[in-house]
C-alpha cells in the first residue's frame, strides 16, 4: 500500500512554455499533499504544502505565480511550471500523508529539463 | 530555526556489518521521525517511522528515538551493498511538514 505516482516520470520543453506534473496516491487519501524540488547533490526542498479544496502555501523565496499548484481532490495535486526556463530544471518531487497517519509518501519524481 | 543535523559520510561499511546512522534534532517539542532511503536519482523512500522513546525493529532495520537527547539514530544489521544508499533523517514539524537532515551516504563494500 501507500502508492504515489508521478506523470510524467521525465519531460523536456522549451523555454517559455508551461509544463504540469501530476501527482497521484494510488490507495489511500491524501489531505496533505507536498512538492519538492531537489538540484544534484543537495537536499530536498520544500516548495509548498497543498490542502484539498484550499491554496496551497508556499515557502519562501517561492514564486507562487510561476508554480501553480492545484489539489482538486483528496487523491490529485498538480503542479504547473509556467514560463519556464533552463534554471528550473530540476527533479520535482511529491509528496502524500494520508488522512490518518503522520507518514508522507514520496512519488517517483519528475526531472524536468527546460532548454 | 528548526535543524536535523546528520553527518554527511560517506559511512563505509563492510557486507555483513551493522551500520549505524545517528541524526540530532534542534526543537525539542518535536513527536514523529522519520528514516527516508535515496539512491542516486531516485525519489526518498520511506523505512521507519518511530514516535516513541525506544527501539522500533523491522526487518534488519532498528530506529531508536531518545527525546531526551534530542537524538535519532538507524541501525542496518546485515549491511549488503543493495543498502548503499543516502539515509535522510527527518523530523516532522507542527504543520506536517518534514525537516529532513542533509543526509548521510552508506557505502557498503562486498
Known amino acids: 500500500g501507500a502508492v504515489v505516482s508521478q506523470h510524467p516520470s521525465w519531460v523536456i520543453c522549451k523555454s517559455g512554455t508551461s509544463v504540469k506534473i501530476e501527482c497521484r496516491s494510488l490507495d489511500f487519501q491524501a489531505t496533505t499533499m507536498f512538492w519538492y524540488r531537489q538540484f544534484p547533490k543537495q537536499s530536498l526542498m520544500l516548495m509548498a504544502t497543498?490542502?484539498?479544496?484550499?491554496?496551497?502555501?508556499?515557502e519562501q523565496g517561492v514564486e507562487k505565480d510561476k508554480f501553480l499548484i492545484n489539489h482538486a481532490s483528496l487523491t490529485l495535486s498538480t503542479l504547473t511550471v509556467t514560463s519556464a526556463h533552463p534554471e528550473d530544471s530540476s527533479f520535482y518531487i511529491c509528496?502524500?500523508?494520508?488522512?490518518?497517519?503522520?507518514?508522507?509518501?514520496f512519488g517517483p519524481g519528475t526531472r524536468l529539463t527546460v532548454l | 530555526q528548526k535543524e536535523v543535523e546528520q553527518n554527511s559520510g560517506p559511512l563505509s561499511v563492510p557486507e555483513g556489518a551493522i551500520a549505524s546512522l545517528n541524526c540530532t534534532y534542534s526543537?525539542?517539542?518535536?513527536?514523529?521521525f522519520f528514516w527516508y532511503r535515496q539512491y542516486s536519482g531516485k525519489s526518498p523512500e520511506l523505512i521507519m517511522s518511530?514516535?516513541?522513546?525506544g527501539d522500533k525493529e523491522d526487518g534488519r532495520f532498528t530506529a531508536q528515538l531518545n527525546k531526551a537527547s534530542q537524538y535519532v539514530s538507524l541501525l542496518i544489521r546485515d549491511s549488503q551493498p543493495s543498502d548503499s544508499a543516502t539515509y535522510l533523517c527527518a523530523v516532522m514539524d507542527s504543520s506536517y511538514k518534514l525537516i529532513f537532515g542533509s543526509g548521510t551516504r552508506l557505502l557498503v563494500r562486498p
Open positions: 518511530i514516535y516513541s522513546n
Open positions: 509528496s502524500a500523508r494520508d488522512l490518518v497517519g503522520y507518514e508522507q509518501f
Open positions: 526543537d525539542r517539542g518535536s513527536q514523529s
Open positions: 497543498s490542502n484539498e479544496g484550499s491554496k496551497a502555501t508556499y
